[in-house]
């Protein structure tokens, strides 16, 4: 919101009466619905390149040829592995930045075909986020196919890192490097529904190492052990008090080490994540939880005072993402709400972990809106998908959102 102020008033005027549609809009939306089945062919094909966190590559190329082929020669992958595709408008509008993502959750060697059951798709990823790479594209395709033209510049992304230890680098080097300053909105579309994401929930994660020279089970008996004090850590964990609102949660996900029932382990690892609605209940988590783990090492040195052996602690950080505010009443929230409504859809508003903490967390407006249809089962190789009878709702919902924002060439 920093040159278009004027775009403030776009919202309610489509709230109050629905201006005629710009013929070549119209047209771009008439033809997402025509073309449904494609969309949902591409979801499925790209959903079977396998895409592990930070082997994103395959996929990419596969994205990055299809925008080629709908009309994109320039479509190109970025330094970072993002498939970038930039459409220039007038010059007399914002940019609009949109974008998929293209990792998973699913390590090399998942299996990645997908099933079909009816109208249901089932395959690991093919909501989470086939469906978001499905609606950039068929968007893409649909501005292309109807000679859509913009006032604003809109850059069509497919974007790696979104997951987990990704911890959003391809929206953080699109962002902080490539269009350092340029992007007046981002919007990711990630997953199934009708829902949008306007608030950032922060999180912090962390791969903890209590370590020591370990020992014989029997022999060695009598020194710090560091599955132990692992375990005097969590259980001091469990325990810690979390405010319900802003809501704040706290989990040991993963616990790992050792090597045999009759050795003292040389280290024990757990892997922690905290997440909040606010920066300062997230760091208020963290201090407690890093006192539970120092206080747990200390407890466990002082159970075996005559030992001499080492007890340490090494805590390495997976990923942290920002907490960010933004008002439900901001421009681009009452846009999307606007553009969803005038398609029938009833979207909530939501917090949520998102490739928009990033530019929420700097300042720019950004937002998640879901892609459509329906689905389950994110981050289980048995999610699914539905397109019903409007699955290409989504992808209009997103052109509509666009074009507010970039505003439509006459
Ligand atoms: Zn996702």
Redesign the pocket.
């Known amino acids: 919101m920093r040159r278009y102020a004027a775009l403030l008033a776009i919202p309610v005027v489509l709230a109050a009466q629905q201006p005629a549609d710009a013929p070549a809009l119209a047209k771009a939306l008439e033809s997402l619905k025509a073309t449904n089945a494609w969309t949902v062919d591409r979801q499925v094909a790209l959903c079977e390149v396998a895409s592990p966190p930070y082997k994103e590559s395959a996929r990419a190329e596969a994205f990055r040829r299809e925008m080629v082929a709908i009309g994109y020669p320039a479509a190109r992958i970025d330094e970072i592995g993002n498939v970038v595709t930039e459409v220039k408008g007038t010059g007399r509008g914002p940019t609009v930045m949109i974008a998929g993502?293209l990792d998973t959750v699913f390590p090399e060697g998942t299996n990645v075909k997908v099933t079909r059951d009816g109208d249901r798709l089932k395959g690991a990823g093919i909501g989470?986020?086939c469906r978001?790479l499905a609606v950039v594209l068929s968007t893409a395709r649909a501005v292309k196919q109807a000679g859509l033209n913009f006032a604003g510049r809109v850059i069509f992304v497919a974007n790696v890192g979104?997951?987990g230890a990704g911890n959003l680098r391809g929206t953080r080097h699109l962002l902080d490097t490539s269009y350092k300053g340029q992007v007046d909105y981002f919007i990711s579309v990630?997953?199934a529904g009708e829902s949008i994401t306007s608030r950032a929930v922060g999180s912090n994660r962390y791969n903890v190492h209590f370590l020591s020279p370990g020992g014989h089970s029997y022999g060695a008996f009598g020194m710090p052990n560091p599955i132990h004090a692992m375990g005097r850590a969590i259980a001091a964990i469990g325990d810690i008090q979390v405010p319900l609102s802003p809501k704040t949660t706290f989990n040991v996900g993963v616990v790992s080490g050792g090597t045999s029932v009759n050795s003292i382990a040389m280290e024990g690892v757990m892997d922690v994540d905290m997440r909040s609605e606010s920066a300062d209940e997230l760091a208020k988590v963290d201090v407690k939880i890093r006192k539970a783990i120092d206080d747990a090492v200390t407890a466990e040195k002082a159970r075996w005072p005559r030992s001499s052996k080492a007890l340490t602690v090494r805590i390495d950080t997976i990923g942290i993402r920002p907490t960010g505010a933004q008002s439900d009443s901001a421009p681009l929230v009452r846009a999307a709400l606007a553009t969803a409504r005038q398609l029938g859809l009833k979207p909530t508003l939501g917090a949520s972990s998102?490739d928009a903490n990033y530019p929420i967390s700097i300042g720019v407006p950004g937002i998640t809106i879901d892609g459509g249809g329906d689905g389950g089962g994110?981050h289980s190789i048995s999610e699914w998908y539905e397109d019903g009878a409007a699955g290409y709702l989504g992808p209009q919902w997103a052109l509509r959102l666009i074009a507010t924002l970039a505003g439509v060439a006459p």
Do not use: F
């Open positions: 993502h989470d986020d978001g979104e997951e990630d997953g998102t994110a």
